[in-house]
């Protein structure tokens, strides 16, 4: 009697050029410059900007982890439609719940190189699912969890969140000064507001992503920082498409 195991499920198609690759539950795929990966990128011809080990695609069973394992460049998660995400060297983001995601990797003379990843589960998408953004931290944890925030607070973060949850979805946040045209105040009023929201985020709530690890981000640089809180806000519920109405009171 013959026994046959079954195989692992496929999670995702990853596409690159012409070519494609199957990632099953629990695989792993590495992509870079360097001819032993698994997904050759920049290789023909080769551009030495684009790191030899660029990165790494783990399969999971709620999408695919995308780690940057690149000592200097950073690399970008783009949902389709959704967020784009700064992927910082050492830093580990995943595609879920979106059904189609990219990784770009910018090399020399304005070189982009794409892998484009697709649900394989799911297949092709027939409808618009609200966009969310993906950021290193588990979306089911206590630092996601709804929270008392002020009606300021909250109407600031529709603002922010606003581009992402828009019928015709876009690929960033807003920035202070879109925030502060849209509520009709300073950019100075909404950085002080929105710096101090994620400040106590990150101290109070253990929300990752928010402020730099090794000091305080210094005055200024909070930019740096409204993708991350954006994607918090729309991942733990306290910003949906229904919050978007306080912006025309």
């Not at 695919?64 to 690399?75: A, D, G, P, W, Y």
Request: proline share 7%; net charge positive.
């Amino acid at each position: 009697m013959n026994t046959r195991v079954s195989e692992p499920a496929a999670v995702a198609v990853v596409r690159h050029g012409t070519r494609t690759w199957v990632l099953h539950d629990g695989g792993h795929l590495r992509f870079g410059r360097s001819t032993g990966v698994d997904i050759p990128v920049a290789t023909q011809p080769a551009d030495l900007t684009i790191s030899r080990s660029a990165g790494c695609l783990d399969a999971t069973g709620r999408g695919v982890l995308v780690t940057n394992e690149s000592v200097r460049r950073t690399m970008y998660l783009q949902a389709v439609p959704g967020p784009e995400i700064e992927v910082k060297p050492g830093m580990t983001v995943g595609t879920a719940p979106h059904e189609r995601s990219r990784i770009v990797l910018l090399g020399g003379h304005e070189a982009r190189y794409v892998l484009d990843i697709r649900s394989a589960a799911r297949g092709p998408s027939t409808g618009a699912a609200r966009p969310q953004a993906v950021i290193a931290g588990d979306p089911t944890s206590p630092a996601f969890a709804r929270r008392d925030l002020t009606p300021v607070q909250r109407r600031y973060l529709a603002a922010l969140c606003e581009p992402l949850l828009t019928p015709v979805a876009g690929v960033s946040s807003a920035t202070y000064l879109q925030i502060a045209n849209r509520c009709g105040v300073s950019d100075r009023t909404v950085r002080n507001c929105l710096d101090g929201l994620r400040q106590s985020l990150a101290a109070d709530h253990g929300v990752p992503g928010l402020v730099r690890q090794d000091r305080p981000a210094p005055g200024g640089q909070g930019d740096n920082f409204l993708r991350a809180l954006a994607g918090w806000a729309i991942d733990s519920g306290n910003i949906t498409p229904d919050d978007l109405s306080r912006l025309d009171r």
